[in-house]
Structure formats: C-alpha cells, structure tokens
C-alpha cells in the first residue's frame, strides 16, 4: 500500500491549487482516504476525509466551502481542490488512507497509511 502525494506549489493568496493523492497496492473504494497537513512549528492537522463507502465529505471549519476532495477511480487518484487560498494554508500536506477507529477523523494517530508530503505556499 501506497500514496503518493503531489501538486504543491506557490501560489497567490486567493488562487487555488489541486493536489492529488495516487494510490498503489489499493483502490479508492478500498478505504476511507483524508488529507492532512502541518505547518511550521504546528502540529499535524486533519483537513478534509472521503468515505470510501458512499464518497460522502467531511471538512474542518477552516476550510469548509473552500476546499473539496473527490476521487476518480480510473486513475485511482484522490483530489483536495483547494480555491480561495489563504497565507494561513501554508504548510505540507499529506493524504493517509484506512481509519484505524477510536478516534475522530481530524487526529493524525488514527489513521494508518501514509504518504509523503507536498508543500504548499500561499504568499505574494
């Protein structure tokens, strides 16, 4: 199992950046997929999670209306759509897959596979 972020970049405040998530060794109906990110000196922090069941969204109040996730299975790729972007979006971010329960979608410990990070700078 595998995931392998990318689509990071700077970008303008107010531009919009799309990030994919391309999965290996599992599908996108395998799991639920979430995507992640941490700033400088922050800790690890959920920011948005797919259900792999019926595809429904979950957002945390930062980014609600701002960002989307959505999957495509032919390419087996998850998106986070990101528009409107803020400089307080800077930072890594990551997509983990299959939730491990016990814990709330936003809490980094509860989820099992990962990726590597993209970096995303939002500055003029």
């Known amino acids: 199992v595998q995931l392998q972020a990318s689509g990071g970049g700077l970008v303008q405040p107010d531009g919009s950046l799309r990030l994919s998530c391309a999965l290996s060794g599992f599908t996108v109906d395998s799991y639920a997929i979430a995507w992640f990110r941490q700033a400088p000196g922050k800790e690890r922090e959920g920011v948005g999670c797919?259900?792999?069941?019926?595809?429904?969204?979950w957002y945390v109040d930062s980014v609600k209306g701002r960002f989307t996730m959505s999957g495509d299975n032919a390419k087996n790729t998850v998106y986070l759509r990101m528009d409107s972007l803020k400089p307080e979006d800077t930072a890594v971010y990551f997509c983990?897959?299959?939730?491990?329960?016990?814990?709330?979608?936003?809490?980094?410990?509860?989820?099992?596979?990962w990726g590597k990070g993209t970096l995303v700078t939002v500055s003029s």
């Open positions: 983990a897959a299959e939730r491990l329960g016990g814990t709330k979608w936003t809490d980094p410990k509860g989820w099992h596979y």
């Open positions: 797919m259900s792999n069941n019926d595809g429904r969204t």
